[in-house]
C-alpha cells in the first residue's frame, strides 16, 4: 500500500499511543461516575482531578480554574455567551477579529441578534491585528475582547502579550482561542494577562470532542448548559473521564516537547516552503513571514482550483486542506483569505499544508516531487492560465 502523507494536522491529528494507553485502561478499569461516593467512582474522580492539574500546570493556572467542555467549540461559545450573559449589565459591546475561528465569529453573530454590538477587528495582509483599531474602538460598554493566538489557516501568531495588556489597563475580560497554539508555542496565562483561553484536545494529538476552557479565578461567567453541578458550576453533564484523560496526558506532552518540536517543524516547513517557491511560478505565500506557527504553510497557486489540486494530492497520497477544513463544503472562499486583501480568484488557489508530529524530510521530499508536477497538470487545462500565457506574449 502507498504511504499516507499526512499534512492536514491543523485540521486534526492522530491520536498518540501513550494516550491511547490511558483511555484504555479508564474505559476498562475506571468507568465509575466521577459525582459518586462509592470508590470506584472516586478512582474516576481521581483521575479526572490529576488530568485537571497536569493540563493547569501546563498553562500556568490552577487546577480549579479548567473547566473541561466538548472541545474548542464549545469552550469558545461559553467564553462568549458565558461572559456576555453574566456582564450585560455593565454594557453589550465586544470586540473581536475578522480571522476568529468560527466558533468564535458565529457566537458573536448570534449576539447581533440579541442587541449586542460585535466590533470586528482589521488585521493587515499577514493577518495581525490592528492594536490603533482596538484601543480606539473599546467604550465603557466593552465587555469582552475574544483574540485568537494563532490563526489556524495561516498561521498568524497575534500579539496577545500586548492585547493582555491592553484589556488589563482598559478592565476588560480577554479571552484567546489557544487551539492552535498550545503544544507549538508557549502559552502562559499569567504572563499574558489572559482571564480565558479554549483549548482542544484532538489537535494536539489526543481524543476529539474534549477539551477546555481556562476561567481565571474571579471570572463574571455563566453557564451555558444546565443540569447537574460539575465543572464548578460552569458545565453540567456527566464528564467524559476517558476523554479528560487522555487529554490530560496529550496536552503534558505536547507543551513539554513544544521547543523541540517547535525547531523540526519550522526547518520542514521552510524547506518546503524553499522548495516550492523554486518549483512552481505565481505561487503566494500567505501568513506572517516569522510570526506564524512552525508547521503551518498556506499558499495560493495562481490559475488553479484549491479544490482540484486536493483531490489530485489525494490521489498521490497526500492530505491536505483547502483554506480551512471548516468551510470546504462552501464555495465562498475563506473569511481569513478575504480579510488579509487577498482577490476572490487567488484565494480559491489556495492550499493549506500543516506539518506534525509524523511528518518527516521524506515526506517534505515526496511533496516538492509531485505538487508541482500536479500544479503543471491543471494549469495546463486552465483557460485561465492559457490567456495569460498569451498575453505575457
Ligand atoms: C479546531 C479549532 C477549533 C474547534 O475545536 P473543536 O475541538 O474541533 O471543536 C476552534 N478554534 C480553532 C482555532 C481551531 O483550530
Request: charged letters at 20%.
Given at each position: 500500500m502507498k504511504k499516507l502523507i499526512y499534512l492536514d494536522n491543523n485540521a486534526t491529528t492522530p491520536v498518540r499511543p501513550e494516550v491511547v494507553e490511558v483511555m484504555d485502561f479508564c474505559h476498562t478499569e475506571c468507568f465509575g461516575n466521577p459525582s459518586t461516593v462509592y470508590s470506584f467512582g472516586r478512582n474516576a474522580k481521581r483521575v479526572m482531578d490529576e488530568s485537571r492539574e497536569k493540563i493547569a500546570r501546563m498553562i500556568d493556572a490552577s487546577k480549579d480554574e479548567i473547566v473541561f467542555t466538548s472541545g474548542g467549540t464549545e469552550a469558545d461559545n461559553l467564553a462568549v455567551f458565558g461572559i456576555a450573559k453574566a456582564n450585560k449589565d455593565k454594557g453589550k459591546h465586544i470586540i473581536t477579529s475578522k480571522i476568529e475561528h468560527h466558533a468564535v465569529i458565529n457566537s458573536c453573530k448570534a449576539l447581533e441578534k440579541d442587541g449586542f454590538e460585535i466590533t470586528y477587528l482589521d488585521v493587515d495582509k499577514y493577518g495581525i491585528v490592528n492594536l490603533e483599531q482596538l484601543e480606539r474602538t473599546i467604550k465603557k460598554e466593552t465587555i469582552l475582547i475574544s483574540i485568537m493566538h494563532a490563526n489556524n489557516e495561516i498561521g498568524t501568531i497575534e500579539p496577545i502579550a500586548e492585547i493582555g495588556k491592553i484589556a488589563k489597563k482598559h478592565k476588560i475580560y480577554f479571552h484567546s482561542d489557544t487551539v492552535q497554539s498550545i503544544g507549538k508555542i508557549n502559552v502562559d496565562v499569567k504572563e499574558m494577562n489572559l482571564d480565558m483561553i479554549s483549548i482542544s484536545s484532538h489537535k494536539l494529538y489526543g481524543p476529539k470532542g474534549i477539551g477546555c476552557l481556562y476561567v481565571k479565578k474571579g471570572t463574571r461567567i455563566k453557564p451555558i448548559l444546565y443540569g447537574g453541578e460539575q465543572e464548578h458550576h460552569l458545565r453540567a453533564g456527566t464528564e467524559n473521564v476517558p476523554g479528560i484523560a487522555g487529554f490530560g496526558r496529550a496536552m503534558e506532552l505536547a507543551v513539554t516537547e513544544t521547543d523541540k518540536e517547535n525547531k523540526r517543524l519550522t526547518r520542514l516547513r521552510d524547506m518546503l516552503q524553499e522548495g516550492l517557491a523554486k518549483r512552481i511560478m505565481h505561487i503566494i505565500f500567505n501568513g506572517h513571514p516569522t510570526e506564524r506557527l512552525p508547521g503551518t504553510l498556506n499558499c495560493a497557486i495562481q490559475f488553479i482550483e484549491g479544490e482540484s489540486l486536493i483531490l489530485k494530492l489525494d490521489d498521490l497520497g497526500i492530505c491536505a486542506s483547502t483554506g480551512s477544513a471548516c468551510s470546504s463544503?462552501?464555495?465562498?472562499?475563506s473569511h481569513v483569505l478575504m480579510a488579509i486583501g487577498l482577490p476572490h480568484e487567488i484565494a480559491h488557489g489556495s492550499l493549506r499544508l500543516s506539518l506534525g508530529r509524523d511528518t518527516t524530510d521524506e515526506d517534505i521530499d515526496y511533496v516538492l516531487d509531485v505538487l508541482p508536477k500536479a500544479v503543471e497538470e491543471l494549469r495546463a487545462f486552465s483557460p485561465l492560465y492559457k490567456e495569460f500565457l498569451k498575453k505575457g506574449k
Open positions: 463544503a462552501s464555495l465562498e472562499p
